[in-house]
């Protein structure tokens, strides 16, 4: 299976702050990624596909890059609303993988 | 709007079944590929299972291959999991989800139900 690692982990912000989230693959993937945003005792929501495809209804503040092994979800302007757990995952082979999760909390 | 409703859920015994089932209304459920992820109690998120839109097709992860049956009725608009010989490390929060790609199988997910709780233990 492909491995997927984000980094940080966890990630401290404020309101306003730009905030970046890496995705490596264990191999290439070419643009076959997805991201999601999870809040507690609620089910994963789609912000990303395709490494940079905003599904409908996202807001613009959300946008993926990257391609082969390497990929970021950037968030321009933090909102109160954005404090969750987000996931990468991708959708390359009959057999998709999630990264382990970058949980964004309040500086 | 689009909704996945699971149930089935419940506490079992290591070694015993449980089906679970997803009832699915505001799609085309006949023409959608649909799947299962689970999500152990605060862990990740771990893809199970995907059945193609007319049940000819189906993938398994390598955790659940052997076990676990993905099938659905496209009459009932309903997906359905029948899973055997449970271990502890079934034990997870399991979502039904809707296929993200409009033409056929990509393996991204962008409907979610609000998933049901499977416990395995004695």
């Known amino acids: 299976d492909i491995q997927m690692t984000q980094s940080p982990s966890t990630l401290s912000a404020s309101v306003g702050d730009r905030v970046t989230i890496t995705c490596r693959a264990s191999?290439?993937?070419?643009?076959?990624l997805a991201w999601y945003q999870q809040k507690p005792g609620k089910a994963p929501n789609l912000l990303i596909y395709k490494a940079s495809s905003l599904e409908s209804g996202v807001p613009s503040r959300f946008n993926g890059s990257g391609s082969g092994t390497e990929f970021t979800l950037t968030i321009s302007s933090l909102q109160p609303d954005d404090f969750a757990t987000y996931y990468c995952q991708q959708y390359n082979s009959f057999s998709p993988t999630f990264g382990q999760g970058t949980n964004v909390e309040v500086k | 709007q689009v909704q996945l409703v699971e149930s089935g859920g419940g506490v079992v015994q290591p070694g015993r079944s449980l089906g679970l089932s997803c009832v699915a209304s505001g799609l085309t459920f006949s023409s959608s590929v649909m799947h299962w992820v689970r999500q152990a109690p605060g862990k990740g998120l771990e893809w199970v299972a995907t059945i193609s839109f007319d049940g000819n097709i189906k993938f398994y992860s390598n955790s659940v291959k052997g076990r676990f049956s993905i099938s659905r009725d496209n009459s009932k608009n309903t997906l359905y999991l029948q899973m055997n010989s449970l271990r502890a490390e079934d034990t997870a929060l399991y979502y039904c989800?809707?296929?993200?790609?409009?033409?056929?199988?990509?393996?991204?997910?962008?409907?979610w139900g609000q998933g049901t709780l499977v416990t395995v233990s004695s």
């Open positions: 191999q290439s993937i070419s643009s076959w």
């Open positions: 989800a809707r296929e993200g790609s409009s033409s056929g199988y990509s393996g991204y997910f962008d409907f």
